[in-house]
């Protein structure tokens, strides 16, 4: 009967933990895995798969893999390849995209693998793959970056046929890159001239040689030719063999185009040029020299220049020119004689330049000459140095010898001149340390950028060191070109010495010092403060340190801090937080201190800071660790109340720390029986005792118990007293449950046997063992029996549930005797292996049944079992009555008898053949994987080496168990990474896709993608490491060609992120830039690498490339490391995606054009300059012209006056002599024509040469544009003919107001209302104005379209571009027989057209930026255009646009008369002036003028005006003189009182002597050879008087020296004032005392020394000073204007010059207080002598009174201080000769200067 159940067991722990580590292997692999039955349904689905797809196994056990989780294009291919697997055709390394849970795509590569069952049979497909998404994205974008590149890219392979052709190629060629695919490159797409170069530039690349910039033509689509300039690189596999070719290219058809354009400059150009070789053989001849010479090119070309074309004395001559310029020796200017075809000579001026090529080697002389016969050439040099200036003058010529070394120098450094003079300045007078930017500055000012107040250490003659501050001028000769540096100092050794010791005590303390004034805004920021704050003190200095520098949360409390220390209430160790100006936060601890002045006075504070960002952030990142830490941590104060309380604290127990935070921790969250221990280990823990791992019950806000095991620390203040307890706690609670758990089942465990209670009743039958013992009688014989005997019912009842349990085990148990035969063999076994025990009762097992190779080992277990040694868990085979053999797991043990001796043995077995199927299948699936799969121990040792990993490495698993993966397998250079790898894998920390190389047996490197799974036993213990790789090695192979054929790209390549930093640099960068990839990556590129005139051009191409607008052929620098030079660079932008198509940076292939640039742009400006040339030939051969006709003109005229005069005094008839004066007013008047005309040539010439070459600098001041087109309209209305109308349709005013320049304007209107009035006889003349939006559209900007039409004959189309250049519609002069004509100059138009190129791009520049808008800096828009204006120029989109006929629009407003017509415009982008602009000019006006707004001034002299007029010339004088005797007849109510002087030292003198002038007339250049000469004069004229046989003394006959300064008198009366004039100017030069050294000074320096004086006393009634003179370029008016003039007049001047000046400074004079008003509204001067002007005032009464001027002198100037008796002084001896200076001061009484 069944009494209960007994199980019978094997320990398996080990097998199952080998078990569950395979298991848990595949399952938290970092790589992911499947496996598939053979329905294709999914059985395996690891966590990385999980966590890859998104799917969890859940969703995926049992579903079909292929048509659920797989995207349908590629659904055939993987089901073919998991149908191969079922057939046992593995594949390895195929990609597929696996479908994620959220729709997008995860590329897999993939390993599958043959699923087999214990008998061999496929079941299923176990796949491994790697995740290579990302991988894949890469590979993507190179290829994608190369296909969409904006630059030509084309390969080919070894045999010459195309495979690679981007679709730039496709778009540049037409053809697509299917046509070209497989086709031989050179053959179908090379022109055949080219072929052979081509292919040798292939076959170079194919042996490996590259080629850069290599110029070839490919034959479009169309049979078009396009240039492209190509680097070859060759193309290598992941060997390094060759395997073609490709080529980067750039389109540079245009560019070509351009140089031929150069080429046919040359040819037509309007000077004659010419070339030859080395030979000195013609190689250039252009057309103007065929026509000059009457030579054709063809006559010319391979003839020898100067043997055949030159006169023989001058060959010599010219030959050596030629040589010298063939040696590079260029030169200029060179007259010579060519012969022509017919005998003629003609004289050249040649300028010879050498002609290099691309390389720069000479290879010829090119010529450009002007003929030059009637040439008339005078050149002066001026030099001007004041030796005895206070101040140490010093120069240095170009190569920075010293050539000026003024007397001062030399008292200051205590070298002579002669000590200095060719000396090195910098090495031997400049300190060590200031050399390099002392060098800097004279290298700037060599250049033409002059620097003002840099300061340098001088060394002296006995090595002391002065400080001197220093003005750096440059040093130019005539023409303009710098020839060296003067330097203009100051001595400030002791003033710096002072400073220096004061900012070096702040500045180089070693903590952050900061200041500020009383308003808060910094005044002091040290170099400390500067680099732990990123700003340095430029960018801090005048800025509001609260508002811009500190956290808003922080700005009051800071403020407060400051505020108190203004107070006098000092601060320390404030913390504060500074914002940095990369935006990090830094923590400040403060001492803020009261900033006194000498007085005591508070004037800022100054902060002495200690940078406690470091420890604040330990602090932050100690409080962080405790608040995150995954253990309850909590603290207490010393009564025991809560003040740590943190988030697992809070998890755990579920109250928040506010809940907690002040309550009692014992008494509120212990439970009453242990409150008592608890108190004790915290009160033990405030006494200093630490207590470790001190359980506890914590009770939860539930009610519950939480198990805590308590670490309790004593916490501390900064002084180490105890503060507190904080304990550390582990909730234990689960761990207490398993334990007791355990207990309980150890100690109620039924097992290994275990039994249950029969149900129902037991019969219990009594067994009873016997000893029978014969019983005898006395006698021995036997008389019964006795049994003594022992019940055994028991005992036997037991032996029998012994034999049922064997017989009856779920578990097959056999024995075997002493003789190995079977003596027992349970049912279990008769089922498990089919034979019965009667079959096998008596055999002999081992023999029988177990299979041969297994024998030995079974047999030796049964023999140590019957020595009587145990084994347990042995596996062997058994084999069935079928012959199949089943796995048996078995525990031997000896059979004993009663003794104890053993008889047999005993085998319990459990079969384990399904559980070993399985262990073989996953150790299968390891070995048979199509993955390399290896796995190492805890030291490192090999311990799984699959077959995989095997095949590809060469080595068996026997040569690589037990070795060290790392030391042994690993290059070198992987070994630390991959170790570390492996290291965190030990420590739980798994990786995934990490690619290392591994050596093959043979010495090969493959690279393997690896994922790295901790190997775990059955207790969890990481026990080594196993890594599931892929053989990436064809992979890497293809991205190292593409990152290889990027980096050694022989273009530059470089990349940049969205954020502009550089993330791509290739080598070719690298070698053009001189910047390291380490250099460069991370930095951003336009900040860090671009010069800043390019940053905002190549900012915007990066931001189009980013957005997906790309950008070819972009032209920019890249700057060099050495600064010394830029890189120029011809790019194309590309934009750069990620695997989704998202742009993620730019990658920018470009060219290195810097070397084809500079030959090009040498040849360039070869060219330029021969167009130049040539360009000026005609404008010279037309102003010689000029000069000739208007010199011919007034010759003639004055030869035909004379003999006028001639004549009638000839005849002496009364009629003669009355049409005399008529005739001679009609000459001169025509005389007086010519010179106007010519000097309006000039003029027109000299504002035409301004423009040209950007000297011109516009202004951008408000102006009404329809108040401008009026005032046009007036000032040219009168030159219209007769039957001419003029109309305006333009603005009404103040409806359009813009910023502009208003001469500019107006010039241009003038201009081309001059041209319309030359030629519409009849019709109408309109000037237009109109605005639009601004092209591109901007905010406060309009596109302002301004004009002039006429109903004249027209301009037909062929001749527009034509009227544009000068002189092709002038007259040479004013027609004498004709009547009233137009003059024009032949330059109006060509002047109207640059104005129109300056207005048109300043409103392109600046209307670039948005942020530009604010205002316009016209400076800015010329800067860097200068040297570039002349081809600007040709290239303006800006010019005139002429439109004839007049359109139907202008026709219907014009209607009648005239011709067809002409429309001139021009569009220009201008700012529109805003109330501010406007505002703001008429504050201005205001402040200036004193006066209203509405108040108008009119010119309205009187009085008597007193002037000084200072010119060398006595014609200049007089003509001067005439023009205010002009000025008194057009005003009667006025005299002039003129003052004639010299020279500017004479003038000086003159004021200096008391005598006082309302204006001045100022030349510039005076002559000290002319005083010279009146000196001689007056000193001959002296020596005759006195051999004179005459009555009286020298002086008596006006002879000597005057006694007093003689002056005329100018009124009204027109016939009186000449006679007087006439009368004064005969003797003029007696009436001037003339010194020597007069004549030396230049007329702006006088001018300054008059108006320092001035300033010197005190005076704001200096007189008005105009530069009359004939020098009126640019820097010259700019030099007139530093130095206080008030206006330049240019020889020859008109009273209307004169005037309108005057009304225009009337307001700068009012506002300087040069004039003064009264009450009835006249502008005066302040000595009531003259008046100038009057403003209408509201009374009539005022207004009808007249001035009334003073009689009195003006009041002259004064020693009145130190200071103005000095300037004085210097008036009295400016220029004055040695010892004359002194007997000048000897005479000089500062105190009664004005009776003297």
């Not at 203009?488 to 010092?513: C, F, K, V, W």
């Not at 008529?1222 to 010179?1235: I, K």
């Not at 005066?1724 to 003259?1730: E, L, S």
């Amino acid at each position: 009967h069944v009494m209960g159940v007994v199980g019978i067991g094997q320990d398996i722990t080990g097998r199952l933990a080998q078990e569950q580590e395979y298991s848990r292997l595949i399952d938290t692999a970092n790589a992911p895995i499947f496996g598939v039955d053979s329905s294709g349904n999914v059985t395996i689905w690891n966590k990385c798969a999980a966590n890859i797809s998104g799917y969890p196994s859940t969703d995926t056990l049992g579903h079909n893999l292929v048509n659920e989780f797989i995207m349908e294009d590629f659904r055939e291919s993987v089901q073919d390849v998991l149908d191969k697997a079922l057939r046992g055709q593995e594949t390895a390394n195929f990609q597929l995209p696996l479908v994620t849970s959220n729709g997008t795509r995860v590329e897999i590569l993939l390993n599958a693998t043959t699923r087999k069952d214990v008998d061999g049979r496929i079941i299923g497909v176990v796949g491994i793959g790697q995740n290579i998404t990302a991988r894949i994205a890469q590979e993507q974008e190179y290829s994608r970056l190369i296909d969409t590149a904006n630059a030509p890219i084309f390969g080919v392979d070894i045999d010459g046929n195309v495979n690679v052709w981007n679709k730039n190629a496709s778009a540049v060629v037409g053809f697509t890159a299917e046509e070209t695919f497989g086709r031989p490159f050179v053959q179908d797409f090379i022109t055949d001239d080219f072929s052979a170069s081509v292919q040798d530039v292939l076959d170079k690349a194919l042996r490996g040689e590259e080629t850069a910039n290599f110029q070839l033509p490919l034959m479009t689509k169309g049979r078009s030719r396009v240039e492209i300039l190509l680097n070859a690189t060759s193309r290598k596999d992941a060997e390094g063999r060759v395997i073609g070719v490709v080529g980067i290219g750039q389109d540079i058809t245009a560019r070509i185009a351009q140089e031929q354009e150069y080429s046919r400059l040359i040819d037509t150009a309007n000077a004659p040029i010419f070339g030859v070789n080395r030979d000195g053989l013609v190689t250039v001849w252009n057309k103007c020299a065929a026509n000059i010479s009457g030579y054709s090119s063809e006559d010319t070309m391979g003839q020898h220049l100067v043997n055949e074309f030159i006169t023989e004395d001058f060959r010599s001559s010219v030959q050596e020119v030629l040589s010298k310029a063939l040696r590079g020796e260029e030169d200029s200017n060179f007259a010579f004689p060519l012969v022509t075809k017919d005998g003629r000579r003609l004289e050249i001026l040649l300028n010879a330049t050498s002609r290099r090529d691309v390389e720069g080697h000479i290879i010829g002389v090119v010529g450009i000459g002007q003929d030059i016969t009637a040439r008339i050439a005078q050149e002066e040099e001026y030099s001007r140095l004041i030796d005895t200036a206070n101040a140490p003058i010093f120069g240095v010529d170009v190569d920075g010898k010293v050539n000026v070394w003024n007397q001062h120098a030399s008292d200051v450094v205590g070298f002579t001149a002669e000590q200095t003079f060719g000396r090195p300045f910098v090495r031997e007078f400049i300190t060590e340390d200031f050399r390099a930017s002392v060098q800097d500055v004279l290298d700037k000012a060599l250049r033409g950028e002059e620097t003002a107040n840099f300061q340098l250490p001088l060394v002296t003659a006995h090595g002391t060191r002065v400080e001197i501050l220093l003005n750096a001028t440059s040093r130019k000769d005539a023409e303009g070109r710098v020839i060296g540096v003067v330097g203009i100092g100051q001595d400030i050794t002791a003033r710096i010495a002072q400073e220096q010791e004061y900012s070096r005590l702040i500045d180089t303390a070693n903590a952050p010092i900061f200041g500020v004034d009383r308003d808060g805004l910094v005044t002091v920021w040290n170099k400390c403060a500067a680099n732990i704050s990123g700003y340095s003190s430029d960018d801090t200095m005048g800025h509001h340190l609260v508002n811009e520098f500190i956290t808003e949360d922080f700005r009051q409390s800071v403020q407060e801090v400051l505020d108190k220390a203004l107070r006098g209430e000092e601060d320390s160790n404030f913390a504060f937080p500074l914002v940095t100006k990369n935006g990090h936060r830094l923590e400040i601890l403060l001492n803020a201190t009261s900033r006194r002045d000498v007085d005591g006075h508070i004037i800022g504070v100054v902060g002495i800071r200690q940078d406690i960002t470091a420890r604040i952030a330990q602090e932050q990142e100690y409080a962080r660790v405790i608040e995150t830490a995954n253990a309850p941590i909590f603290g207490v104060d010393l009564d025991g109340k809560v003040t740590v309380w943190n988030k697992c604290a809070a998890d755990v127990t579920s109250f928040t720390s506010a809940e907690v935070m002040g309550q009692h921790l014992v008494q509120q969250f212990i439970s009453e029986d242990f409150r008592a221990s608890v108190q004790e280990v915290l009160d033990l823990a405030l006494k200093g005792e630490v207590t470790a791992n001190f359980e506890f019950p914590i009770i939860t806000k539930t009610g519950a118990k939480i198990q805590i095991l308590l670490n309790a620390t004593p916490r501390r203040d900064e002084y180490g007293h105890v503060m507190g307890v904080v304990g550390i706690g582990q909730d234990i609670t689960g761990r207490l449950a398993q334990e007791q758990e355990y207990s309980r089942l150890i100690d109620t465990a039924n097992a290994p046997i275990f039994g249950v209670d029969q149900v129902g009743k037991v019969t219990v039958c009594l067994e009873i063992l016997l000893n029978a013992t014969s019983r005898r009688d006395v006698d021995g014989h036997i008389i019964g029996v006795v049994g003594i005997g022992q019940d055994i019912t028991a005992r036997i009842a037991q032996e029998q549930e012994y034999a049922r349990v064997i017989e009856t085990a779920n578990a097959p148990i056999f024995g075997v005797d002493l003789d190995g035969k079977v003596t027992v063999w349970n049912k279990c076994a008769a089922d498990v292996t089919s034979f019965s025990s009667g079959e096998v009762m008596g055999q002999h097992l081992v023999q029988q049944f177990i299979s041969k190779e297994y024998r030995k080992s079974v047999q030796e277990v049964l023999d140590l079992a019957l020595k009587g040694e145990e084994t347990a868990n042995f596996e062997f085979p058994i084999i069935t009555k079928t012959g199949a053999k089943i796995q048996i797991l078995l525990n031997a043990t000896p059979r004993r008898d009663e003794f104890g001796h053993v008889m047999g043995v005993v085998g319990i077995g459990q079969d384990i053949t399904g559980r070993l199927a399985q262990e073989q299948e996953y150790s299968r699936l390891i070995d048979t994987a199509n993955a390399p799969i290896f796995g190492v121990d805890q030291v490192g040792k090999v311990t799984v080496w699959n077959k995989c990993a095997a095949n590809i490495s060469g080595y068996s698993s026997e040569e690589t168990m037990g070795h060290h993966l790392v030391n042994e397998f690993i290059t070198e250079d992987f070994r630390s990474s991959v170790q570390e790898v492996l290291d965190k894998a030990l420590r739980g920390e798994e990786d995934s896709n990490f690619a290392f190389p591994l050596i093959t047996k043979e010495g090969r490197r493959l690279e393997i993608l690896l994922n790295a799974t901790s190997r775990r036993d059955v207790d969890g213990h990481i026990i080594g490491v196993v890594g599931i790789g892929q053989n990436i090695t064809a992979r890497i192979a293809q991205e190292q060609e593409y990152s290889r054929l990027i980096d050694t790209a022989n273009a530059p390549i470089f990349g940049v992120d969205i954020n502009g930093h550089v993330n791509v640099w290739n080598k070719c960068a690298q070698a053009l830039t001189g910047y390291q990839v380490k250099d460069v990556l991370g930095q951003n590129l336009v900040e860090k690498f671009v010069t800043s005139d390019y940053k905002y051009s190549v900012q915007t191409v990066l931001e189009n490339a980013v957005q997906g607008n790309e950008t070819a052929n972009f032209e920019f620098p890249l700057i060099h490391k050495d600064g010394t030079h830029g890189v120029q660079i011809l790019l194309n932008a590309t934009c750069r995606r990620d695997h989704e198509g998202r742009p993620v940076g730019m990658v920018g292939i470009g060219q290195d054009i810097t070397d084809a640039q500079r030959s090009k742009e040498a040849e360039m400006r070869q060219r330029e300059a021969e167009a130049a040339t040539a360009a000026q030939a005609t404008i010279s051969a037309h102003v010689y012209h000029e000069i000739r006709n208007v010199v011919g003109s007034v010759l003639a005229l004055a030869e035909r006056a004379s003999e006028a005069v001639d004549l009638a005094l000839e005849e002496s008839s009364g009629e003669s002599i009355k049409k005399l004066p008529a005739e001679v007013r009609f000459l001169t008047e025509h005389q007086r024509l010519v010179c106007a005309h010519a000097v309006n040539t000039l003029n027109d010439m000299l504002d035409v040469s301004r423009m040209e070459n950007g000297t011109y600098k516009p202004s951008a001041v408000v102006i009404d544009l329809g108040a401008l087109c009026h005032q046009a309209a007036k000032l040219q209305g009168p030159r219209l003919k007769n039957d001419v109308q003029l109309h305006l349709d333009c603005p009404s005013e103040a409806e359009l107001v813009v910023l502009s320049d208003p001469a500019l304007l107006l010039q241009y209107l003038t201009n081309l209302l001059s041209n319309a009035a030359k030629f519409t006889d009849s019709g109408h003349v309109m000037v237009t104005c109109h605005s639009t939006e601004s092209t591109p559209p901007l905010d406060g900007w309009v596109e302002v379209v301004i004009g002039v039409a006429d109903t004249g004959p027209g301009i037909k189309p062929a001749e527009q571009e034509r009227v544009l250049q000068a002189f092709t519609t002038g007259n040479a002069v004013p027609c004498e027989d004709i009547g009233k004509t137009v003059r024009s100059t032949g330059i109006g138009l060509r002047l109207a057209n640059l104005i129109a190129q300056i207005l048109g791009d300043a409103g392109t520049e600046n209307g670039k930026d948005k942020d530009d808008m604010e205002s316009w800096d016209p400076l800015d828009t010329m800067k860097g255009r200068n040297k570039k204006r002349q081809a600007h120029i040709k290239e303006s989109k800006h010019s005139i646009q002429i439109t004839s006929p007049l359109p139907d629009r202008l026709t219907a407003q014009m209607p009648g008369g005239g011709g067809p017509g002409t429309y001139l415009t021009i569009k220009a982008n201008m700012q529109v002036a805003t109330k501010e602009h406007i505002q703001n000019t008429e504050s201005e006006s205001m402040d200036s003028s004193k006066l209203g707004p509405e108040c108008r001034v009119d010119l309205e002299p009187s009085g008597l005006l007193r002037v000084l007029v200072t010119d060398d010339q006595r014609t200049m004088r007089q003509m001067v003189s005439m023009l205010f005797q002009k000025f008194c007849q057009d005003y009667p109510a006025m005299k002039v009182e003129i003052t004639t002087a010299l020279s500017g030292e004479e003038a000086c003198r003159l004021v200096a002597q008391g005598h006082t002038f309302h204006i001045i007339t100022m030349d510039e250049t005076l002559s000290a050879g002319y005083c010279k000469s009146v000196k001689e004069t007056q000193a001959t004229a002296r020596r005759e008087a006195e051999t004179l046989d005459t009555v009286g003394s020298v002086e008596e006959l006006g002879m000597g020296p005057p006694p007093c300064v003689v002056k005329l008198l100018v009124d009204s009366n027109r016939l009186q004032t000449t006679k007087r004039r006439t009368d004064f100017f005969r003797d003029e030069i007696n009436n001037h005392e003339v010194l020597d050294g007069d004549g030396t000074m230049d007329g702006h320096k006088a001018m300054k020394l008059i108006l320092d004086a001035y300033k010197a006393a005190g005076r704001t009634d200096a007189p008005i000073i105009f530069n009359l003179t004939g020098n009126v370029m640019e820097m010259d008016r700019e030099r007139y204007s530093n130095n206080g003039s008030s206006g330049v007049l240019a020889k020859p001047t008109k009273l209307a010059d004169m005037t309108e000046m005057l009304q225009s400074q009337l307001q700068n004079f009012l506002a300087k207080g040069v004039l003064e008003t009264d009450e009835s509204g006249y502008l005066a001067t302040p000595d009531r002598n003259f008046a100038f002007a009057r403003f209408e005032v509201s009374d009539p009464e005022l207004m009808a009174q007249k001035f009334e001027p003073s009689s009195g002198p003006g009041r002259p100037l004064t020693a009145n201080s130190p200071e103005a008796a000095g300037a004085i002084a210097a008036l009295m001896t400016a220029g004055a000769a040695d010892g004359e200076e002194a007997e000048i001061s000897r005479g000089f009484d500062s105190e009664h200067m004005s009776e003297k």
